[in-house]
């Protein structure tokens, strides 16, 4: 079957630190990755995807690459700021009208 | 990108009460609606596909005739959750997409705490 595993959280970063959450699937077919991201209180918002191997996907700093070799799509930040405290889901799926697939969360805590 | 509202966003019932969740499509026309459910701290879990027009298709182990779906125009899904217990408080997530769209446009979500 599909499935989506991400590492466990919580993480806690300073500001500036670099971030890294890491993300691998099993999927039958080729399927397109996706980041979302969840604040405190409100639903989930995209935050990036990729369609197909070696592809990057990239937002408001954020990026993951899709490494069909391992499986992966990490998530990357340069450089984290309180703003970014959340809790970060990564999914695939098929097409638009498929549901996606969750991995757990990972929840992230940035302190100043 | 599109705007996918639910309401309420919160709401509150006693146990053996029917409570219904709405899932509107804002400005765009929802061919596909999904709706999950996701419990404190764990990841999101699909419920049910919705087809406007047709009987949303449920996941197994979710129970239709407990969490009635209906998906009567494009721009708007229910979720009714009958006789509902405490273990039904949840966090539920409805998401769409449309025609045009290559993406699926996620909603607030509705917190259903059950007393």
């Known amino acids: 079957g599909n499935s989506v595993t991400q590492m466990e959280g919580p993480v806690t970063l300073s500001e500036e630190a670099f971030l890294t959450i890491n993300c691998t699937y099993t999927a039958t077919g080729y399927p397109s990755l996706f980041w979302y991201v969840q604040y405190p209180g409100e639903g989930l918002q995209l935050l990036l995807k990729a369609t197909k191997a070696d592809d990057k996907g990239s937002n408001k700093g954020f990026e993951a690459t899709y490494r069909k070799e391992t499986t992966s799509f990490h998530l990357e930040k340069g450089s984290v700021q309180v703003s970014d405290s959340a809790v970060y889901f990564c999914a695939l799926g098929f097409s638009e009208n498929t549901p996606l697939v969750f991995g757990k969360g990972t929840r992230l805590s940035v302190i100043a | ?115």
């Not at chain 2, 701290?41 to 047709?54: D, F, I, P, Y």
Request: charged letters at 15%.
């Open chain 2, 1 to 115: 990108g599109a705007v996918v509202s639910q309401h309420p966003s919160w709401v509150i019932c006693k146990s053996g009460t029917s409570v219904k969740i709405e899932c509107r499509s804002l400005d765009f026309q929802a061919t596909t609606m999904f709706w999950y459910r996701q419990f404190p701290k764990q990841s999101l879990m699909l419920m049910a596909t919705s087809n406007e027009g047709s009987k949303a298709t449920y996941e197994q182990g979710v129970e239709k005739d407990k969490f009635l779906i209906n998906h009567a125009s494009l721009t708007l899904s229910t979720l009714t959750v009958t006789s509902a217990h405490p273990e039904d408080s949840s966090f539920y997530i409805c998401s769409a997409t449309g025609f045009t769209y290559n993406e699926q446009f996620f909603g607030p979500g509705t917190r259903l705490t059950v007393l």
